[in-house]
């Protein structure tokens, strides 16, 4: 699962990014981690707030309550999502060998 609780309204996120896409999207899950597609570069930081941004809104959550715990520079990230009660989480499957979610 790429999500695990973290104390009292706290979760760490577990996230594969792909920065560069042609779109925002939410993919599958690939290697435990919830994939997720970014059309932001991975320059200057940009890919890092979209991920924020992207994911909490995916969540129905406000921007300050999701941040970057781990991964800056890297496609493997952490984040830190901060709620009262637990988010629901997306219901997704594990990514095919093509990288493309299986049907």
């Given at each position: 699962?790429?999500?695990?609780?973290?104390?009292?309204?706290e979760w760490r996120l577990e996230v594969w990014?792909?920065?560069?896409?042609?779109?925002?999207?939410?993919v599958g899950v690939r290697d435990g981690r919830?994939?997720?597609?970014?059309?932001a570069p991975a320059v200057e930081?940009?890919?890092?707030?979209?991920?924020?941004?992207f994911v909490a809104a995916l969540?129905?959550?406000?921007?300050s309550q999701v941040s970057l715990a781990a991964g800056?520079?890297?496609?493997r990230k952490?984040?830190?999502?901060?709620?009262e009660k637990e988010p629901t989480w997306p219901d997704v499957q594990e990514d095919g060998a093509?990288?493309?979610?299986p049907t």
């Open positions: 699962m790429f999500v695990r609780a973290a104390g009292d309204g990014a792909q920065p560069g896409a042609r779109r925002n999207e939410l919830l994939k997720i597609r970014l059309c930081n940009k890919a890092n707030q979209a991920l924020v941004l969540l129905g959550l406000k921007r800056q520079t890297s496609r952490t984040l830190r999502v901060l709620a093509d990288g493309q979610p």
